[in-house]
């Protein structure tokens, strides 16, 4: 029996309806974020605090926090023994600092899930984590291989792509606050400099700011991000945000 024409027409336009509401609610849901944190150097719960509470003015994010392995260097962390750990995030925040964990097992653990597609930022110590691990899967994730840092200082910093969504906002006379300029040792094949800034002790530049591709995954990265000054300040905690939208694809190339 054929449906009278209004109610054909009313028909039509609850399908629209509804599949609207479907694709409106499907566009707001929150990303998924997990933020892995902890070991030596650093004021973690006050850059977790910093980083979650600016990520809220951006977009909705639906964060889980894990923070293990204590204060030390060396720590393979409960997380990451589960061969499943980053399935369901969107993207992983890595901020921890274990610079002195060596075992290919438990790196290849990590950088597997990477590799597969999930995609990351990186923040400060996380590439001086693993360094003293003699493979080299952790530091092709991150995009780059670092070491050492020189000392504290107000750094310069100059957008080598300023155009880019992430550095595009960044005043072009931003000097940091007091941090650590790390040294870049070499980078991957993938990574692309977004901004740099020059060493104090031999006038070398230095990434500070980049994007990588690792595997099917988009990585976000920064070597800033050492003291509570640098997490507080605006530009910097923005573009971190930035970062990450562009890791899960909302930001644009």
């Known amino acids: 029996m054929s449906l009278p024409f209004p109610s054909l027409v009313w028909g039509l336009m609850l399908l629209l309806i509804v599949g609207c509401t479907s694709q409106s609610m499907s566009a707001k849901r929150p990303i998924r974020a997990l933020l892995v944190t902890g070991g030596c150097c650093h004021n973690y719960p006050f850059q977790t605090a910093c980083l979650t509470n600016a990520m809220s003015r951006h977009a909705p994010v639906q964060w889980t926090l894990v923070q293990e392995g204590g204060t030390g260097t060396r720590a393979e962390i409960p997380l990451y023994t589960n061969p499943q750990w980053a399935r369901g995030y969107d993207v992983v925040v890595h901020n921890e600092c274990f610079a002195d964990t ?6 290849r653990q990590i950088t597997s899930a990477h590799h597969a597609g999930v995609p990351a930022v990186v923040i400060h110590c996380a590439m001086h984590t693993y360094r003293a691990t003699e493979i080299h899967d952790w530091r092709e ?16 910093v100059k957008k080598v792509q300023p155009n880019h969504p992430i550095v595009r906002p960044i005043p072009d006379n931003w000097v940091t606050p007091k941090d650590e300029l790390y040294i870049i040792e070499k980078a991957s094949p993938n990574m692309v ?17 980049w994007v990588n591709q690792y595997g099917k995954a988009r990585v976000f990265g920064t070597t800033y991000g050492h003291s509570d000054d640098t997490f507080a300040d605006p530009v910097f905690i923005d573009y971190v945000c930035r970062g990450l939208l562009w890791s899960v694809g909302s930001l644009g190339n």
Do not use: C, N, W
């Open 193 to 209: 400099p977004l901004a740099t800034s020059t060493s104090e002790r031999d006038a070398q530049s230095q990434p500070v700011i």
């Open 102 to 107: 060596k075992s290919p097992k438990y790196i």
């Open 141 to 156: 994730f991150l995009g780059v291989t670092s070491r050492r840092h020189d000392h504290m200082s107000r750094y310069p």
